[in-house]
């Protein structure tokens, strides 16, 4: 199984809050609302996306790649971290 599949409840929840997101930029923009307001929704709507490609990348790492008990010649634990730190700062 999966990590998505395991976390989907988790993974569609966020999903959906993003949708609510989305759907508030058009609501926005139907009601020509103030460039402001639109590019904060935006701003809200895509921390929302990198946080949730954050935790599927970060899930996708150590379930597929430093999982020691599945992979024994899996990849540096300690390098992998740092990966996931710069992962983590980049999708901010």
Do not use: F
């Amino acid at each position: 199984m999966t990590h998505t599949v395991r976390h989907k409840q988790k993974l569609l929840a966020r999903v959906k809050r993003i949708r609510g997101q989305v759907e508030a930029i058009e609501r926005a923009l139907e009601a020509e609302a103030g460039c402001e307001k639109v590019m904060h929704l935006i701003a809200g709507a895509r921390g929302a996306i990198a946080g949730l490609m954050s935790e599927v990348i970060e899930d996708h790492v150590r379930t597929h790649l430093v999982d020691a008990a599945r992979h024994p010649n899996a990849l540096n634990g300690e390098a992998a971290e740092q990966l996931l730190d710069v992962v983590r700062t980049y999708l901010r």
